[in-house]
């Protein structure tokens, strides 16, 4: 095959067998790579109400179609499974270099199944793969077993791997790739239930393309694009994502409000935190850089380096969290990455706990003895580290918000802003959320949101985009386009920028408005004739399939729902709110070919090649409502 590897590892951790198989023809190009290939290989769960801790869940970790491949920005993983935080689709894209060298060693995806006895790593040098002994890893942070399986395998492997919090099957661990880099929403948990320790990975061989020379061509005008482009060199490049603190409004004490600019606190502005800033980084083959590199300036852990330090977790374990020491969120940050944890549904989690406890809804008694009062960031700082270790009221912080609401009662739930489990804070009716509410993993900033808005992007591009309709006023149709090129990064690869832009998720989207250069590169790649109408069908299959797939969680549209503060939601405005947005929701259904509970219509499946996803609901449906994922927590 070109631009595909054109390989398949199946891992079954029970029998500690592996078998290598060919990648169908028709499934790569109906859903590509990555994203893709994820969602129809976990749409073969029989059971996906099933405990996601359970043996049968399965891993599926895929690379994008232009990994491995001279196109700039494009050495994205994802990594997807059956979330043990939400009960639904659980998937992460991540950087890095694992994606490049998987695509190297000649692997399209890999499919992880069953439970290893004891603890086990998986090493794979090209086409040569063993199970290893994981024991003296157990109980290891990510940043040590990176150094460890570098040493004993060579400085030019990947690894990605998980942290005791994954061990510990705290539900907000995250896959970790190089130490830095997390592929979050629910992931590493799983991993500790199947004791995967990590993956290291290497690979030498060459991603054959179907026409070198013209994708050759097309890559490199792309990236003199972006190398001049104001948004990449001027705003990525110098703060990546904390270029968002001062323009994106971070949610305050568990999104009391949204703070403008002047309200940022001075120690979290993102030149302030450039002071402490000694490098910069990048994932494989990109030029913009968008991480910075930093030690922290003072504290427990001074003088300690960390990498990619992002707006997420400013907001979600800073600001949001009442917390506004930049070295404390640092040194958060840094046990973040080295137990293997999501800062955005840990620190989202964390702030839920705070609202209840300064609401008087828990105390000290239910904290252990933690002092959780706004700006008291020692007590976080100690309550980040026992989630990781699953101990004392860190344990219940590692189930996420949804679920320790539901543990709490006493109408904790009202002060949870989530979407399926998952929190973006609160907005009123409209574009985000909308998108929050309809994104199939839960509420979620890149499945479209940033791009429906037009926000971040290059003034020209964008000018053309709005011309020819892309983005509107219209938030459903801008957002149905929006979703389309967001799911296709996830397919291809392709990095969607520090600072979400249309530029970076769509490769020549400058050049050739919309899909039509993407097309041009995955025709020269594959030797398969693409055009830009059949991309935008198979982003429509993926999302049919995702919506189908979740449906058989127990999702309807009772969980497309609009967060709302119980003082609004009680009042006569709050209750308007929920019905524009109810009416907003009921239009993306009908201009997608969705059902009033938010299915793909039979019809729709059929054309896009889904029968069995047809056959699916009409033999499994219905099935007991959505209610997070199972509570097997003393």
């Avoid at 359970?54 to 979330?83: E, K, W, Y």
């Avoid at 896959?175 to 799983?190: F, L, P, Q």
């Avoid at 999104?255 to 490098?279: M, R």
């Avoid at 929190?423 to 499945?447: K, W």
């Amino acid at each position: 095959m070109y631009g595909w590897a054109g390989k398949v590892l199946h891992v079954d951790l029970t029998s500690r067998g592996w078998q290598i198989e060919p990648l169908c023809v028709e499934e790569a190009i109906n859903f590509i790579g990555g994203r893709g290939l994820n969602i129809k290989k976990l749409f073969e769960i029989r059971n996906p109400k099933i405990n996601p801790f359970d043996a049968q869940n399965i891993i599926c970790i895929a690379p994008g179609l232009f990994s491995g491949t001279p196109l700039g920005m494009s050495s994205r993983l994802h990594v997807t499974t059956l979330s043990c935080l939400t009960g639904i689709i659980g998937d992460g894209n991540v950087g890095g270099t694992f994606a490049h060298c998987l695509k190297k060693a000649g692997f399209d995806q890999i499919v992880i199944s069953g439970k290893a006895q004891k603890a086990v790593y998986l090493l794979i040098e090209n086409q040569n793969v063993k199970i290893c002994d994981a024991t003296d890893l157990w109980g290891k942070d990510v940043w040590a077993i990176t150094d460890i399986l570098k040493q004993r395998h060579g400085r030019d492997i990947s690894v990605a791997g998980i942290g005791v919090a994954g061990e510990k099957l705290v539900r907000v661990a995250s896959t970790m790739v190089d130490k830095y880099a997390s592929a979050s929403r629910g992931s590493g948990g799983v991993w500790g239930s199947k004791r995967l320790k990590a993956i290291a990975v290497k690979g030498t061989a060459r991603v054959e393309l179907y026409n070198k020379k013209k994708f050759i061509s097309l890559s490199s005008a792309d990236g003199k694009f972006l190398a001049n482009d104001t948004v990449q060199k001027n705003v990525a490049s110098v703060y990546g994502s904390l270029y968002g603190i001062m323009n994106w409004q971070p949610g305050f004490r568990n999104s009391a409000k949204s703070l403008l600019s002047h309200e940022i606190p001075e120690e979290l502005t993102p030149d302030a935190l450039k002071k402490y800033e000694t490098g910069r980084a990048g994932c494989r083959n990109c030029s913009v850089k968008c991480k910075n590199v930093y030690k922290i300036p003072s504290g427990r852990r001074k003088g300690e380096q960390g990498e990619g330090l992002e707006y997420e977790c400013v907001y979600c374990l800073g600001t949001n969290c009442g917390i506004e020491d930049a070295s404390a969120v640092m040194e958060m940050a840094n046990l973040s990455d080295m137990h293997g944890m999501d800062v955005v549904s840990l620190g989202n989690a964390i702030a839920f706990a705070k609202e209840l406890f300064n609401k008087g809804i828990i105390t000290e008694k239910e904290t252990g003895g933690l002092d959780l009062t706004w700006k008291n960031a020692e007590a976080q700082l100690q309550l980040v580290s026992d989630t990781a270790y699953a101990r004392g009221f860190g344990r219940m912080i590692g189930q996420g918000m949804f679920v320790m609401a539901k543990m709490i009662g006493k109408n904790a739930m009202n002060y949870c802003y989530h979407v399926k489990g998952l929190s973006r804070g609160l907005h009123p009716a409209g574009l985000f959320s909308l998108a929050h509410a309809v994104s199939t993993r839960g509420a979620d900033h890149l499945r479209g949101r940033s791009w429906a808005a037009g926000d971040n992007s290059d003034e020209a591009v964008l000018s053309q985009l709005k011309k020819e309709g892309v983005v509107s006023n219209d938030p459903v149709s801008s957002l149905i386009i929006a979703e389309q090129a967001t799911t296709l990064a996830d397919c291809f690869g392709r990095c969607k920028g520090a600072v979400n832009t249309w530029t970076a998720a769509v490769p020549l989207v400058w050049k050739y408005p919309l899909f039509k250069g993407l097309a041009q590169l995955a025709s020269a790649a594959t030797g398969k004739s693409f055009s830009e109408q059949e991309l935008k069908k198979i982003a429509q299959r993926i999302s049919a399939l995702e919506r189908v797939f979740n449906a058989l969680c127990g999702i309807t549209h009772k969980e497309d729902r609009i967060p709302q503060n119980p003082d609004i939601s009680a009042s006569p405005e709050g209750k308007k709110e929920r019905s524009v947005h109810r009416a907003l929701v009921q239009k993306y259904y009908s201009a997608c070919e969705y059902d009033r509970n938010g299915i793909p219509e039979k019809h729709l499946l059929q054309s896009l090649g889904l029968e069995f996803a047809a056959d699916a609901i009409e033999s499994r449906l219905p099935v007991k409502d959505w209610d997070g994922p199972k509570i097997d927590i003393d």
